[in-house]
């Protein structure tokens, strides 16, 4: 049979609850709106989202499994919204689908997030939620996807871009 992983729902479910918490400026809210908000997303994503007719294998029984989430991602949820640099930004674009062409070939992919800062910098931001090795700043210069991802934006979206970050959860 065909099964989706937990991550893909999880991620789905991150991106979703970053963009109402800036559709409906829930900055700075109690630990609880971030829990009660990443379940509904996680549901959402699990039953509502791309590929929903496909079951999810969850590790043990589906609502422990979605506390251990909860437990974790909803302080991260939580600090994300108290950052300064989050509340104050204007988002442009979030999870945004682009196919795009380099040098004749043609990529497709998903760009998290395009937001504005107050100094009106236009930043693409990659939010990851696994684990990952530090990223120094030639890790970051040296990322293809960020950097087809600004290609992308210009191409798709008439939009150049002035920096590229990454937004680890963790």
């Known amino acids: 049979g065909q099964w989706r992983p937990v991550k893909m729902v999880l991620g789905t479910?991150?991106?979703?609850?970053i963009e109402i918490i800036h559709e409906k400026s829930q900055f700075k809210e109690k630990r609880k709106t971030y829990d009660v908000l990443l379940r509904d997303c996680i549901d959402a994503a699990e039953f509502e989202g791309r590929d929903s007719e496909v079951p999810?294998?969850?590790?043990?029984?589906?609502?422990?499994?979605?506390?251990?989430i909860v437990e974790?991602?909803?302080l991260m949820l939580q600090n994300y919204s108290k950052d300064i640099n989050n509340i104050e930004c204007e988002v442009l674009h979030n999870e945004v689908a682009v196919?795009?062409?380099?040098m004749g070939y043609r990529f497709a992919g998903r760009i998290d997030q395009i937001r504005k800062n107050k100094d009106g910098e236009v930043i693409?931001?990659?939010f990851k939620t696994g684990k990952s090795k530090y990223i120094s700043t030639w890790n970051l210069k040296m990322n293809y996807?960020?950097?087809?991802?600004?290609?992308?934006?210009?191409?798709v979206l008439g939009l150049k871009i002035d920096r590229v970050g990454l937004y680890r959860f963790q």
């Open 13 to 17: 479910a991150i991106h979703n609850a």
């Open 56 to 68: 999810v294998r969850w590790r043990k029984y589906r609502e422990e499994h979605i506390d251990t």
């Open 72 to 74: 974790k991602f909803g």
């Open 99 to 102: 196919e795009y062409d380099v």
């Open 124 to 126: 693409l931001v990659d």
């Open 145 to 155: 996807q960020l950097g087809g991802y600004a290609m992308a934006s210009k191409q």
